[in-house]
Antibody, heavy 120, light 106 residues
Protein backbone atom coordinates (compact mmCIF):
# COMPACT_ATOMS: atom_id res chain seq x y z
CA UNK A 1 0.00 0.00 0.00
CA UNK A 2 1.04 3.62 -0.50
CA UNK A 3 3.14 5.10 2.29
CA UNK A 4 4.51 8.61 2.79
CA UNK A 5 7.66 9.53 4.70
CA UNK A 6 8.82 13.03 5.55
CA UNK A 7 12.48 13.98 5.85
CA UNK A 8 14.10 17.21 6.90
CA UNK A 9 16.62 18.93 9.18
CA UNK A 10 14.69 19.11 12.45
CA UNK A 11 16.11 22.53 13.33
CA UNK A 12 16.11 25.72 11.29
CA UNK A 13 17.47 29.15 12.26
CA UNK A 14 15.13 32.15 12.22
CA UNK A 15 14.94 33.99 8.87
CA UNK A 16 16.25 30.94 7.01
CA UNK A 17 14.37 28.69 4.58
CA UNK A 18 12.80 25.45 5.76
CA UNK A 19 13.11 22.52 3.35
CA UNK A 20 11.24 19.23 3.71
CA UNK A 21 10.82 16.27 1.37
CA UNK A 22 8.09 13.64 1.25
CA UNK A 23 8.96 10.30 -0.33
CA UNK A 24 6.08 8.24 -1.70
CA UNK A 25 6.48 4.46 -1.69
CA UNK A 26 4.21 1.61 -2.74
CA UNK A 27 2.74 3.54 -5.64
CA UNK A 28 3.49 6.19 -8.24
CA UNK A 29 3.09 9.86 -7.41
CA UNK A 30 1.82 10.27 -10.98
CA UNK A 31 -0.98 7.71 -10.80
CA UNK A 32 -4.65 8.34 -10.25
CA UNK A 33 -6.59 11.42 -9.42
CA UNK A 34 -4.55 12.45 -6.40
CA UNK A 35 -2.85 15.56 -5.12
CA UNK A 36 -0.04 15.85 -2.63
CA UNK A 37 -0.17 18.20 0.34
CA UNK A 38 1.76 19.57 3.27
CA UNK A 39 -0.07 20.10 6.56
CA UNK A 40 1.36 21.29 9.86
CA UNK A 41 0.32 21.27 13.51
CA UNK A 42 1.96 23.47 16.15
CA UNK A 43 2.04 22.00 19.64
CA UNK A 44 -1.33 22.27 21.31
CA UNK A 45 -2.98 23.73 18.22
CA UNK A 46 -5.00 22.50 15.28
CA UNK A 47 -4.15 21.38 11.79
CA UNK A 48 -3.12 23.98 9.20
CA UNK A 49 -3.05 23.20 5.49
CA UNK A 50 0.00 24.63 3.75
CA UNK A 51 -0.62 23.72 0.12
CA UNK A 52 -0.88 21.02 -2.51
CA UNK A 53 0.64 19.97 -5.79
CA UNK A 54 -0.53 17.71 -8.58
CA UNK A 55 1.89 15.49 -10.46
CA UNK A 56 1.49 17.92 -13.36
CA UNK A 57 3.11 20.59 -11.18
CA UNK A 58 -0.04 22.63 -10.64
CA UNK A 59 -0.17 24.10 -7.12
CA UNK A 60 -2.52 25.75 -4.63
CA UNK A 61 -1.32 27.43 -1.45
CA UNK A 62 -2.85 28.61 1.81
CA UNK A 63 -3.35 32.37 1.26
CA UNK A 64 -1.89 33.09 4.71
CA UNK A 65 1.41 31.44 3.74
CA UNK A 66 1.43 31.91 -0.03
CA UNK A 67 4.14 34.59 -0.12
CA UNK A 68 6.61 32.27 1.65
CA UNK A 69 5.71 28.80 0.30
CA UNK A 70 6.91 26.78 -2.65
CA UNK A 71 5.86 23.16 -3.23
CA UNK A 72 7.52 21.19 -6.00
CA UNK A 73 7.36 17.64 -7.32
CA UNK A 74 10.01 15.29 -8.69
CA UNK A 75 8.16 12.45 -10.39
CA UNK A 76 11.41 10.65 -11.26
CA UNK A 77 12.17 10.29 -7.55
CA UNK A 78 8.52 9.86 -6.49
CA UNK A 79 8.95 12.81 -4.13
CA UNK A 80 7.46 16.20 -3.46
CA UNK A 81 9.00 18.98 -1.41
CA UNK A 82 8.18 22.02 0.68
CA UNK A 83 10.17 25.22 1.00
CA UNK A 84 9.07 27.86 3.52
CA UNK A 85 11.12 31.04 3.57
CA UNK A 86 11.79 33.61 6.28
CA UNK A 87 10.81 31.27 9.10
CA UNK A 88 10.10 32.44 12.64
CA UNK A 89 9.35 30.66 15.89
CA UNK A 90 5.69 30.64 14.84
CA UNK A 91 6.61 28.12 12.15
CA UNK A 92 7.69 25.56 14.73
CA UNK A 93 5.38 22.58 14.27
CA UNK A 94 4.99 18.96 13.25
CA UNK A 95 4.95 18.95 9.46
CA UNK A 96 3.11 16.13 7.69
CA UNK A 97 2.74 15.22 4.07
CA UNK A 98 -0.51 13.72 2.90
CA UNK A 99 -2.17 12.34 -0.20
CA UNK A 100 -5.45 13.91 -1.20
CA UNK A 101 -8.09 12.11 -3.18
CA UNK A 102 -9.86 14.18 -5.81
CA UNK A 103 -12.84 11.83 -5.69
CA UNK A 104 -13.11 12.02 -1.91
CA UNK A 105 -12.06 15.61 -1.34
CA UNK A 106 -10.17 14.31 1.68
CA UNK A 107 -6.65 13.39 2.73
CA UNK A 108 -6.68 9.60 2.73
CA UNK A 109 -3.04 8.78 3.47
CA UNK A 110 -0.72 10.67 5.82
CA UNK A 111 2.94 10.48 6.69
CA UNK A 112 3.94 10.07 10.33
CA UNK A 113 5.03 13.71 10.54
CA UNK A 114 8.34 15.35 11.36
CA UNK A 115 9.02 17.87 14.09
CA UNK A 116 10.59 21.08 12.91
CA UNK A 117 11.89 23.66 15.38
CA UNK A 118 12.81 27.22 14.50
CA UNK A 119 15.40 28.44 16.97
CA UNK A 120 18.73 30.20 17.06
CA UNK B 1 -10.76 33.84 4.82
CA UNK B 2 -13.08 30.92 5.41
CA UNK B 3 -13.27 29.52 8.93
CA UNK B 4 -14.60 26.35 10.51
CA UNK B 5 -15.50 26.38 14.19
CA UNK B 6 -15.59 23.37 16.52
CA UNK B 7 -16.10 23.15 20.30
CA UNK B 8 -12.79 22.47 22.06
CA UNK B 9 -14.14 19.48 23.92
CA UNK B 10 -17.05 17.04 24.06
CA UNK B 11 -17.63 14.40 26.72
CA UNK B 12 -19.68 11.23 26.40
CA UNK B 13 -20.36 8.15 28.49
CA UNK B 14 -19.47 4.75 27.04
CA UNK B 15 -22.30 3.36 24.94
CA UNK B 16 -23.91 6.75 24.45
CA UNK B 17 -24.04 8.93 21.33
CA UNK B 18 -21.49 11.67 20.78
CA UNK B 19 -22.17 14.57 18.43
CA UNK B 20 -19.43 16.92 17.31
CA UNK B 21 -20.52 20.03 15.38
CA UNK B 22 -18.51 22.01 12.87
CA UNK B 23 -19.85 25.36 11.75
CA UNK B 24 -18.97 27.58 8.82
CA UNK B 25 -20.71 30.01 6.51
CA UNK B 26 -22.92 28.02 4.12
CA UNK B 27 -20.96 24.89 4.97
CA UNK B 28 -23.85 22.82 3.70
CA UNK B 29 -23.00 23.99 0.17
CA UNK B 30 -19.60 22.33 0.46
CA UNK B 31 -18.48 18.80 1.22
CA UNK B 32 -17.22 18.21 4.74
CA UNK B 33 -14.95 15.46 5.97
CA UNK B 34 -13.78 14.37 9.39
CA UNK B 35 -10.49 13.09 10.74
CA UNK B 36 -9.71 11.20 13.92
CA UNK B 37 -6.32 11.74 15.49
CA UNK B 38 -5.05 9.74 18.44
CA UNK B 39 -1.86 10.71 20.35
CA UNK B 40 1.27 9.78 18.46
CA UNK B 41 -0.64 8.70 15.37
CA UNK B 42 -1.39 10.22 11.99
CA UNK B 43 -4.93 11.48 11.30
CA UNK B 44 -7.39 8.99 9.81
CA UNK B 45 -10.34 10.07 7.69
CA UNK B 46 -13.54 8.68 9.20
CA UNK B 47 -16.10 10.55 7.05
CA UNK B 48 -15.77 12.12 3.60
CA UNK B 49 -18.27 13.87 1.31
CA UNK B 50 -20.47 14.63 4.34
CA UNK B 51 -21.76 11.10 4.95
CA UNK B 52 -19.48 8.47 3.43
CA UNK B 53 -17.38 6.06 5.48
CA UNK B 54 -14.08 4.69 4.15
CA UNK B 55 -13.73 0.93 4.29
CA UNK B 56 -12.60 -0.20 7.71
CA UNK B 57 -14.32 2.63 9.58
CA UNK B 58 -16.96 1.26 11.97
CA UNK B 59 -20.63 1.84 11.19
CA UNK B 60 -21.06 3.75 14.46
CA UNK B 61 -19.41 6.73 12.75
CA UNK B 62 -21.80 8.84 10.67
CA UNK B 63 -21.95 12.37 9.32
CA UNK B 64 -24.39 15.00 8.19
CA UNK B 65 -24.12 18.48 6.70
CA UNK B 66 -26.81 21.09 6.25
CA UNK B 67 -27.10 24.86 6.46
CA UNK B 68 -24.09 26.15 8.33
CA UNK B 69 -23.28 23.02 10.34
CA UNK B 70 -21.71 19.64 9.67
CA UNK B 71 -21.97 17.05 12.42
CA UNK B 72 -20.00 13.94 13.21
CA UNK B 73 -22.03 11.43 15.19
CA UNK B 74 -20.60 8.43 17.00
CA UNK B 75 -23.24 5.97 18.14
CA UNK B 76 -22.49 3.53 20.93
CA UNK B 77 -19.24 5.35 21.70
CA UNK B 78 -16.38 3.15 22.85
CA UNK B 79 -13.31 3.96 24.88
CA UNK B 80 -11.19 3.51 21.75
CA UNK B 81 -13.01 6.47 20.16
CA UNK B 82 -11.37 8.90 22.58
CA UNK B 83 -9.34 11.16 20.30
CA UNK B 84 -9.16 14.57 18.68
CA UNK B 85 -11.55 15.09 15.77
CA UNK B 86 -11.09 17.64 13.01
CA UNK B 87 -13.54 18.74 10.35
CA UNK B 88 -12.27 19.94 6.97
CA UNK B 89 -13.75 21.49 3.86
CA UNK B 90 -12.55 23.13 0.67
CA UNK B 91 -13.06 26.82 -0.08
CA UNK B 92 -11.82 28.12 -3.43
CA UNK B 93 -9.07 25.50 -3.79
CA UNK B 94 -7.97 26.04 -0.19
CA UNK B 95 -8.32 23.31 2.41
CA UNK B 96 -9.65 24.59 5.72
CA UNK B 97 -9.57 22.67 8.99
CA UNK B 98 -11.62 23.26 12.09
CA UNK B 99 -9.74 23.85 15.33
CA UNK B 100 -10.39 20.33 16.55
CA UNK B 101 -12.54 18.77 19.27
CA UNK B 102 -11.18 16.55 22.00
CA UNK B 103 -13.64 13.72 22.60
CA UNK B 104 -13.46 12.31 26.11
CA UNK B 105 -15.18 9.02 26.89
CA UNK B 106 -15.84 8.78 30.61
Amino acid sequence: QVQLQESGPGLVRPSQTLSLTCTVSGGSISSGTYYWSWIRQPAGKGLEWIGRIYSSGSTNYNPSLKSRVTISVDTSKNQFSLKLSSVTAADTAVYSCARGSSSWGAFDIWGQGTMLTVSS
Amino acid sequence: SYELTQPPSVSVSPGQTASIPCSGDKLGDKYACWYQRKPGQSPVVVIYQDTKRPSGIPERFSGSNSGNTATLTISGTQAMDEADYYCQAWDSSTAVFGGGTKLTVL
